[in-house]
């Protein structure tokens, strides 16, 4: 029932077509940093959202109900070691962010040999490369990814007091 079920069917109409769950944003980050902080809390919240997401256990419905909708997840944690929308914050958030990646990246491979699919796992990152691009550790984050989302709506904005494209194609 409900939004799965649209997916579900969508997917049913396109069978090539990919569906990723993003986890987070400008609203829903203020828990990343204290869940990342050590490998307990990692490990419970990428199991949680394979087990949801992936797995497809949703609670109230019989086991694997939302089984195949999802092809992977992509975290949208805004941002490590910024203060984001007044998130809490601070430089542990480097390393965390990568270990996150790294915890869901063995999840979803595991997820994957058990039914012999390959999870995309994406992150959304910011495009400024003076602030929050800087607090991660890019390349070796990246080994866990299938790609970056680069945040172009992020190019300007209030914080920078003039009016300027949001997304632009060329510099």
């Avoid at 063995?106 to 994406?122: I, K």
């Avoid at 209030?158 to 194609?169: H, M």
């Amino acid at each position: 029932a409900g939004n799965f079920n649209q997916l579900k069917e969508l997917k049913a109409a396109y069978p090539n077509l990919k569906i990723v769950i993003s986890i987070g944003g400008w609203s829903w980050s203020s828990h990343f940093s204290a869940l990342a902080a050590t490998e307990a809390g990692r490990q419970k919240f990428v199991q949680s959202c394979v087990d949801q997401y992936i797995n497809g256990d949703i609670p109230g419905l019989p086991a694997g109900a939302a089984k195949g909708i999802f092809d992977g997840i992509d975290l949208d944690w805004e941002y490590p070691n910024e203060p984001g929308n007044g998130n809490p914050y601070g430089p542990q958030d480097t390393p965390d962010f990568t270990a996150l990646l790294q915890d869901f990246r063995g999840a979803l491979n595991e997820a994957g040999e058990q039914s012999h699919a390959h999870y995309l796992l994406t992150a959304d990152t910011s495009p400024n490369q003076y602030a929050a691009a800087q607090q991660l550790q890019l390349k070796t984050a990246a080994k866990s990814l299938d790609w970056y989302n680069v945040m172009t709506v992020d190019m300007h904005g209030g914080w920078d007091s003039i009016t300027d494209f949001a997304s632009n194609l060329l510099p």
